[in-house]
């Protein structure tokens, strides 16, 4: 018996949809879209073996089930009942159960070489332009400079309430709120809020008050460390997502190939304020990040931060990438 036709176009409908999914993946870079489907735009070495791995992984995993979908349509309409009333009294057959053990086992040798290879490339280490200590705090992140004079950067998230409190009267801000709390206040405070991210060029819950930067096209080595209990530092386009344990320092390294600004979140749950831990890296030139250096220094943050703005100008804020481009390449 021949499989129907419209199996026929339920299978292949799959395979498209699938192919169409991790090709035309709508992925942001250096933050998250929504309706997103792939991983966030690569821009370092690391993170694009991360997509090509991914990309492998996924060929293989599609192929496997599409496979085993075949093989089950094949038993459901030629060997049930009707179709195949005296079953076969078959019970071994050598070649076949070769073939069972040896094809998987050729399937995890394909994944290991990439997956050890890929695993070696984020230990490797090549030779830093940049060391950079960042320290997990509840909850905020803190960045250190050793190499440049170990001047620190205080990264603390921005409210909703940061917002309306820069662009209301104080009067204002206390008439509005003032009878609110709880739920309520958070509620009204994140829906009058709404419209001044935008305007600002800030994202809720990844935005910070002070950015840190790295110049780009530089090999940087992040130390990692925490103060109280275990956080993780992560960005998804620099493919480096490192644990911050307490007394005692971790270590993750990126090339970033790319200018612009780049996000991540503290990734392991460390408590309450878990989801107030964002990190923003902007990656700039190498005279913005000198003048921001000069700036960080002399603690003079307004100025830090309209340096990195106008160096990350044309790209923020960060585009959504309709294509590959900025995926593989
Ligand atoms: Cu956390």
Redesign the pocket.
């Known amino acids: 018996m021949a499989i129907p036709g419209w199996t026929c176009r339920l299978v292949f409908g799959l395979i498209a949809a699938v192919l169409l999914t991790s090709s035309v993946a709508l992925a942001g870079v250096g933050q998250p879209t929504p309706g997103e489907m792939g991983l966030q735009g690569a821009v370092t070495p690391v993170a694009e073996a991360i997509h090509q791995f991914y990309d492998l992984v996924n060929v293989i995993i599609v192929a496997i089930a599409v496979f085993v979908g075949i093989l089950m349509l094949i038993v459901i309409f030629r060997f049930n009942e009707r179709a195949n009333p005296t079953p076969s009294r078959l019970t071994h057959h050598t070649m076949l159960e070769v073939a069972w053990t040896v094809i998987p086992i050729v399937i995890l040798v394909v994944i290991a070489i990439p997956s050890f290879k890929l695993l070696y490339m984020q230990y490797s280490f090549p030779k830093p332009d940049l060391t950079i200590k960042a320290t997990g705090n509840a909850w905020f992140w803190e960045h250190e400079y050793p190499d440049l004079g170990g001047f620190r950067v205080t990264s603390n998230i921005v409210r909703d309430e940061d917002l309306l409190k820069a662009e209301l009267a104080p009067e204002e801000f206390k008439r509005r709120y003032g009878g609110l709390e709880g739920l309520p206040l958070i509620n009204q405070m994140q829906q009058d809020a709404a419209p001044l991210w935008a305007k600002k060029g800030m994202i809720r819950q990844l935005s910070v008050d002070n950015d840190i930067a790295v110049p780009v096209n530089k090999t940087v080595h992040l130390l990692v460390t925490s103060n109280d209990v275990i956080?993780s530092w992560t960005i998804p386009s620099f493919g480096s997502k490192t644990q911050a344990v307490p007394g005692r320092v971790t270590a993750t390294w990126f090339k970033p190939t790319v200018i612009g600004e780049y996000h991540g979140q503290?990734s392991?749950?460390?408590g309450k304020e878990?989801a107030s831990?964002p990190i923003t890296v902007r990656v700039v030139s190498e005279q913005a990040f000198n003048d921001w250096v000069g700036a960080a220094k002399a603690k003079d943050w307004s100025r830090a931060r309209a340096i990195l703005q106008a160096a990350t100008a044309e790209t923020a804020p960060v585009k959504v990438a309709g294509t590959l481009a900025g995926l593989n390449n």
């Open positions: 956080h503290c392991v749950l460390c878990h831990m």
